[in-house]
């Protein structure tokens, strides 16, 4: 199983950005999805989180600004950021619990990171 993340770059403050996340490779089924960012120094943190027939979950300092979206039909999933802050520069991380098999049991996977960069 592999997380494939891509989308980030170079915006100015107050710009957006869309983030996309694919998972291929062999599996049963993906539970939950979601974005993690990270800056030197400082532990990664949840920003996003999509978990099936519920509500998707977001960071405080993100909510309202950004979106978390999901097609189920081709494994994917995106995070629509926008109004972005010069604080919300970091290195974005996609993430996914997958199941390999029909024995219920889940495992998590990363993807790569894609550096996002809010400055003018």
């Known amino acids: 199983v592999q997380l494939q993340a891509s989308g980030g770059g170079l915006v100015q403050p107050g710009g957006s950005l869309r983030l996309s996340c694919a998972v291929s490779g062999s599996f049963f089924s993906i539970s939950i999805m979601g974005w993690y960012r990270q800056t030197p120094g400082k532990q990664r943190e949840l920003v996003a989180m999509s978990i099936p027939g519920a509500p998707s979950n977001y960071a405080d300092s993100v909510k309202g600004r950004f979106t978390i979206s999901r097609d189920g039909a081709k494994n994917t999933a995106s995070l629509q950021m926008n109004s972005l802050k010069p604080e919300d520069a970091a290195l974005y991380y996609c993430?996914?619990?997958?199941?390999?098999?029909?024995?219920?049991?889940?495992?998590?996977?990363w993807g790569q990171g894609t550096q996002v960069t809010v400055s003018s």
């Open positions: 993430h996914a619990r997958v199941a390999i098999d029909g024995s219920g049991r889940y495992v998590s996977y």
